[in-house]
């Protein structure tokens, strides 16, 4: 997996899964470039990673973790047009986390990483210069870093459809090879 910017953005779906995964440390150490999260992903979109008093909550532990690590970056808006696009977004596509993402990522060349169908589409049309992944790709890239026994892999791509409730859309290049690996 190449990566062409000097930083990626992952929306909040891909964090999601990888969290589900168990393996966000993991995967996140395998990336050759920076990884980062918006603010807004994390205050509005990550509610499922919060913790609750008295609860231990593996997915929070994780994200905190590689926040902890530098492994995961959390940047917010470092100027106007950077907010005023993140506003224009949101009329358009109706989601915080993804116009936040792509903000960002526009304005400073960055990455990004999602599994939104609509979000995809849209990014295309707006700086089809910049790269798009997305979590089979990632997972992919992962597992072939790190030299995953099939048993693993498969493991991991079951919790991820189990716990974040995800399979690559039937059309997604890397469909034959999910499938391949959950058997």
């Known amino acids: ?65 590689a926040t902890a690590q530098g492994l995961l970056k959390v940047v917010d808006f470092k100027s106007e047009e950077e907010a005023e696009t993140f506003v224009n977004y949101v009329f358009e596509l109706g989601d915080d986390g993804e116009s936040a993402t792509f903000a960002i990522a526009i304005h400073r060349g960055w990455a990004i990483a999602t599994d939104d169908k609509k979000a995809i589409a849209f990014f295309q049309r707006q700086a089809p210069h910049l790269q798009i992944l997305s979590t089979p790709e990632i997972i992919k890239h992962w597992s072939e870093e790190s030299g995953l026994d099939w048993s693993v892999l498969c493991d991991t791509l079951n919790a991820i459809r189990v716990k974040g409730c995800y399979v690559p859309p039937k059309n997604h290049p890397l469909r034959g090879w999910w499938e391949a690996a959950m058997k």
Request: proline content about 2%.
């Open 1 to 65: 997996m190449q990566i062409a910017h000097s930083h990626i953005l992952l929306d909040a779906c891909c964090v999601l899964n990888f969290c589900a995964s168990g393996k966000l440390l993991a995967i996140l150490q395998t990336i050759p470039v920076q990884v980062a999260v918006t603010q807004v992903v994390q205050e509005r979109e990550l509610n499922s990673l919060r913790r609750i008093e008295g609860e231990e909550n593996e997915g929070a532990s994780q994200f905190e973790e």
